[in-house]
């Protein structure tokens, strides 16, 4: 397991990672997903033990991460910037893995590079962005580690591709003991094949769920209630994230179960009412206007 109490990052004066607390546990895949410099890929080299933190306590299985070969054996990190030596093939990378990573499965490597259609022999520089970004996710998911820190894994490959990468993954967590932390911007992606995850705002975490529990702790309701008293009881009634009207529509998105929330708009007599789930964009909006990250204020 993966624990972070207290971390805490600063470069000059930017605070990359304010304080953050969490848990990543074995066997799932965990999500990690924010703003735009909110601190995902900091977090992700710290918990890799590439950079030290300031302050806090990180484990991995117990034991520090940074300065420690034993437990930094087990991680593999992929950038969202592939590095490949000069003037590399696959093969050359393949050496460097195994001389890396004792468990890499050259077997299953060599395997996987045929079925994705990448040519041993060809230089890495003369790849696409796309090929690039498989090769380096079939190095990390053959390096054997228990633990696989992706950032922006999915960015740059094609629908295909990205559906045959979160299947491989999936396999992986059956086969041993696997656990991908993935950080992306293209929620859909993560909303398909994440466990739980975990939510950064300038460097500060928001939440981090069970994508179910997630899920079922905020809804949308829409409703038509004719009487404005009424109306204004059911809005006193709710927990309200973001409110919109068209018409006499009105569209709450609130914290809380659908239940409740339907029940809350039945009592006040509406004309309409149904409770829609969230996708984790949408939560994602909701929860970071909480915080004063609203697109108004990026527009106007």
Known sequence: MIELK??????????????VTASIHEGLIFGLIGSNGAGKSTL???IA????PDSGELTVDGE?????????????????????????????MEDYY??????FDQKQFHSLIEKFGLDPKRKISSFSKGMKKQLSVLLGLCSGTKYLLCDETFDGLDPVVRQAVKSLFAAEILNRDFTPVISS?????????CDSVGLLH?????????????KCGICKLQCVVPDPHREQALIQSLHILK?????ALLTLTVRGGREEALKLAQAQDPLFAEVLPLTLEEIFISETEVAGYDIKDLLY
């Open 6 to 19: 207290d971390i805490d990052k600063t470069f000059q004066n930017i605070h990359a990672v304010d304080h």
């Open 44 to 46: 992700l080299r710290m």
């Open 49 to 52: 033990g590439i950079i030290r």
């Open 64 to 92: 520090p991460v940074y300065e420690n070969p034993a437990i930094k054996s087990q991680i593999c990190f992929l950038s969202d910037a592939p590095y490949y030596f000069q003037n590399a093939d696959i093969r050359m």
């Open 98 to 103: 195994m001389m890396t990573y004792p468990a």
């Open 185 to 193: 911007h293209n929620l859909r992606e993560l909303e398909d094949i």
């Open 202 to 214: 300038h460097g500060k975490i928001l939440l981090t769920q069970d994508l179910d529990q997630i």
């Open 243 to 247: 409110m919109e009207r068209s018409g």
